[in-house]
């Protein structure tokens, strides 16, 4: 069981190696992202996490990081709420959590709530919000937006494609086109 010994930690989001090994994220507290993992869930070192810059956050939706061979985990930030001052940034481990790194994103229009790999699709991800979406089939580097629907989440697996989830039961199906 999960307790908090963080005080005013939210915690956002949440995603596992394995059956025994995971990680959790909050919102800042005292400049920096509140992390922990582990089958005792005892929060990380602060110095292994970048600060966090004024007014941003992770969305709370659960799902906002992806975990990966049990080093690698990557969770996104909201940048600077309301649009105007820095783009959200993704913040990568490379070593089950005890440090961190953390980018600027090229995505256009700001905030996104997810974002998946595309099974097969080599460096090609997409990523849905609430004033768009947007495909990057060079690994993140550069996105062009696909479409203008309000959707929340997204995930795509090896056989059952992408689908993406939107408001008020709206369910959409990425159709990838190949010239």
Not at 101 to 128: L, Q
């Amino acid at each position: 069981m999960f307790r908090n010994s963080v005080p005013n930690a939210f915690y956002d989001c949440v995603a596992f190696f394995d059956d025994r090994h995971g990680l959790a994220v909050s919102d800042p507290v005292g400049g920096k992202f509140p992390e922990g993992g582990g089958s005792t869930w005892r929060p990380a070192p602060a110095d292994g996490m970048p600060a966090a810059t004024p007014d941003d956050g992770a969305l709370a939706t659960g799902t906002c990081m992806i975990a990966h061979d049990r080093r690698h985990a990557w969770f996104g930030t909201t940048g600077t709420r309301g649009g105007a001052g820095h783009n959200p940034q993704v913040f990568h481990t490379a070593d089950g959590g005890r440090t961190w790194s953390a980018a600027d994103t090229p995505i256009p229009g700001g905030f996104r709530n997810s974002v998946a790999w595309v099974p097969g699709g080599g460096h090609t991800a997409v990523a849905v919000g609430p004033n768009g979406s947007d495909v990057s089939t060079d690994g993140g580097r550069s996105w062009t937006r696909f479409d203008r629907a309000r959707l929340l989440g997204v995930n795509c697996l090896p056989g059952a494609g992408c689908w993406a989830v939107g408001e008020h039961g709206t369910a959409a199906r990425l159709v990838i086109r190949h010239p």
